[in-house]
């Protein structure tokens, strides 16, 4: 397993969208194991492949807390087929460090997805893992939390990575 490098805003490549998986073999399954690690040694509770400069349909999350046992599930070609209600929760991004926005998304969610041995499944959630699955589900239509705040608030956010970025060059 390899830890990747996470790609940080405005990288160009969080922006695409990413495509479909023709086939799970183990090369995905190699991505999977690397995505989980990679989020793992982060930490986040999520993390999708563009994230990792890889432009295609897969994600994987783990919402379980420290001393919990791990819920890690991959999601590939996943599909949103139900939303209910809306909530408002305040989420973060492996590729927005230090950046905590709040985001309106449904309360619920019924996702159907191929697992790593290519198995399909439907997951009904709600909580931080519904979240998590909305969140996770936009980077894969090349979508950021800055798309979903304020103009206000975008600017807000993009001063900041810059200021982050701009600290971490200097000498
Ligand atoms: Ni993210």
């Known amino acids: 397993m390899t830890i ?6 405005p990288d160009k490549r969080l922006t695409y969208e990413a495509e479909p ?3 799970v073999d183990d090369e995905v399954r190699t991505l999977v194991e690397d995505m989980a690690e990679t ?14 400069g890889v432009a295609l349909r897969v994600f994987v999350i783990d919402i379980a807390g420290e001393n919990e046992p791990s819920q890690l599930r991959a999601f590939i070609n996943p599909e949103i087929v139900e939303k209910h209600g809306v909530v408002v929760w305040e989420e973060g991004c492996l590729s927005f460090p ?3 926005v709040e985001i309106e998304r449904a309360e619920r969610v019924k996702v159907r997805a191929l697992d790593a041995q290519g198995k399909e499944f439907e997951l009904e959630a709600d909580g931080l893992l519904a979240i998590a699955l909305q ?37």
């Open 98 to 100: 230090g950046v905590h």
């Open 21 to 23: 998986v023709a086939k």
């Open 4 to 9: 990747r490098t996470i790609l940080e805003y």
């Open 39 to 52: 989020m793992y040694a982060a930490p986040g509770v999520g993390l999708a492949a563009p994230q990792i």
């Open 135 to 171: 969140h996770e589900y936009d980077h894969l239509d090349g979508k950021l939390m800055t798309d979903r705040v304020s103009l206000l608030k975008k600017r807000m956010i993009e001063r900041e990575m810059r200021k982050r970025h701009a600290s971490e060059s200097r000498p």
